[in-house]
């Protein structure tokens, strides 16, 4: 059974671009959701959906948005990037609305923002 | 909102010693859920041990055990038998009743030595 699936895993953008990423869950999994991992602020929650539909949104600015398809992939982007948005950018996914913990992780993509 | 803290940024121990990582956690809520979770270097993010906080015993796996203490919002992780695949990055994490939403600590540095 094939993990969580983040791409890509590696990419160098320059301040003011724009990024997307993309999570594929483990197959039937339906919630995925995004964190921010960073040696500064450690591990933040940036939003979970579920079935298509936001649930969850953590405390980051507009400029992080995501989305959640039939085939429950998810994609984040972020515009306008910050030096500040370097990051390991972290998916999990669970088949569960209620997963009691039990999410599993993708490997992350790691963003350089010069 | 609730926050998690872990005092201890890193820490060492011989190889099939045990050892203990410390995490407190706050929280106006009283049904929820207490994870730790391991991430080895370059490597997925897995959760060890969860601890509902409706149950009074404390959750064990193989060589992993928790203290949890309700009333003075501690949850410690006790590695026994210490081995050198134990070598990580462990955070504690807390999840409430919105969704699979995790509040992670800033995480022990766990060294195993042979």
């Known amino acids: 059974k094939a993990g969580v699936t983040q791409t890509p895993r590696y990419l160098i953008k320059t301040r003011g671009q724009q990024v997307t990423l993309s999570c594929s869950p483990i197959s039937g999994h339906r919630s995925v959701s995004w964190y921010q991992q960073t040696p500064g602020q450690g591990l933040q929650f940036l939003f979970e959906?579920?079935?298509?539909?936001?649930?969850n949104k953590g405390n980051f600015p507009g400029r992080f948005s995501g989305r959640q398809f039939s085939n429950s992939r998810s994609e984040m982007n972020v515009s306008t990037l910050e030096l500040g948005d370097s990051a390991l950018y972290l998916c999990?996914?669970?088949?569960?609305?209620?997963?009691?913990?039990?999410?599993?992780f993708g490997e992350g993509s790691r963003l350089t923002v010069l | 909102a609730q926050t998690v803290t872990q005092s201890q940024p890193e820490m060492s121990v011989q190889e099939a010693e045990t050892v203990t990582l410390s995490c407190t956690y706050d929280?106006?809520?009283?049904?929820?859920?207490l994870f730790w979770y391991k991430q080895p270097p370059s490597r997925q993010m897995i959760l060890v041990i969860r601890q509902e906080a409706y149950k009074q015993q404390n959750a064990t796996e193989n060589r992993f055990s928790v203290n949890f203490q309700k009333a003075a919002k501690s949850f410690s992780l006790k590695i026994s038998d210490s081995q050198l695949g134990d070598t990580a990055m462990y955070f504690c994490?807390?999840?409430?009743?919105?969704?699979?939403?995790?509040?992670f600590g800033g995480g022990t540095r766990l060294m195993v030595k042979p």
């Open positions: 994490a807390f999840m409430g009743n919105a969704g699979n939403m995790l509040t």
């Open positions: 929280t106006s809520e009283n049904n929820y859920y």
């Open positions: 999990a996914s669970s088949w569960l609305a209620e997963s009691l913990g039990e999410l599993f």
């Open positions: 959906y579920f079935s298509e539909t936001q649930r």
